[in-house]
């Protein structure tokens, strides 16, 4: 079945950096875009770009432009996203998401979150 | 960026009973590219239907999506125990893809 395992949850200081996992299995991997999404506490989902595992190729919010960086590894089947110059406001759970096509975040299976807690 | 406003932020129901929750977007939305999600606490969110109708692998028939342009509906038709969670609309045809704020669908 398709699974997508996250990183452990992290805690990190305001101006770090942090670099969350997601590992797939179950499906191709190169077939399917990655996207990256989070929740902040109490809070509504927000979209933050996407990575195609098959090329490389990126597209972020434009939010995120400039702070944020997605990669994917095919041998291991691995994404990942390194969000850098934390702040509080960061605080949130990321999720990955997979799609079966071009889109600005739908995601058909997801998961299960990883918690990044920004505090000084 | 387009503004997804959810109504209403709660809805008080009873198993059985039929859900109606709207969407509605700030400018016209491709049909194509609207979906909903299921949130249960704790949980990442389980997508329900795609380009506003089509529902997701597994998803009962209960649940059922309808609208266009710049309105949208989730109806699930008899609530069972397990729907009881918040649901969310999401359009993901223009950069950035944007969700609505919210329904939570909780037990009368």
């Known amino acids: 079945q398709v699974q997508l395992v996250q990183s452990g949850a992290e805690v990190k200081k305001p101006g770090a950096s942090v670099k969350v996992s997601c590992e797939a299995s179950g499906y191709i991997f190169s077939s399917y875009y990655i996207h990256w999404l989070r929740q902040a506490p109490g809070q509504g989902l927000e979209w933050m770009g996407m990575?195609?595992?098959?090329?490389?190729?990126?597209n972020y919010a434009q939010k995120f432009q400039g702070r944020v960086t997605m990669t994917s590894d095919t041998p291991t089947s691995t994404v990942y996203m390194d969000l850098s110059s934390l702040r509080s406001d960061d605080t949130a759970v990321y999720y990955c998401a997979r799609d079966r096509g071009f889109s600005y975040g739908l995601g058909d299976s997801w998961g299960q979150g990883t918690l990044v807690t920004v505090s000084s | 960026e387009i503004v997804l406003t959810q109504s209403p932020g709660t809805l008080s129901l009873s198993p059985g009973e039929r859900a109606t929750l709207s969407c509605r977007a700030s400018?016209?939305?491709?049909?194509?590219?609207l979906a909903w999600y299921q949130q249960k606490p704790g949980q990442a969110p389980r997508l329900l239907i795609y380009g506003a109708s089509s529902r997701a692998t597994g998803i009962p028939d209960r649940f059922s999506g309808s609208g266009s342009g710049t309105d949208f509906t989730l109806t699930i038709s008899r609530l069972e125990p397990e729907d009881f969670a918040v649901y969310y609309c999401?359009?993901?045809?223009?950069?950035?893809?944007?969700f609505g704020q919210g329904t939570k669908v909780e037990i009368k």
């Open positions: 400018q016209s939305v491709s049909s194509t590219y």
């Open positions: 999401q359009q993901y045809g223009r950069s950035p893809g944007t």
């Open positions: 990575v195609n595992p098959s090329s490389g190729g990126t």
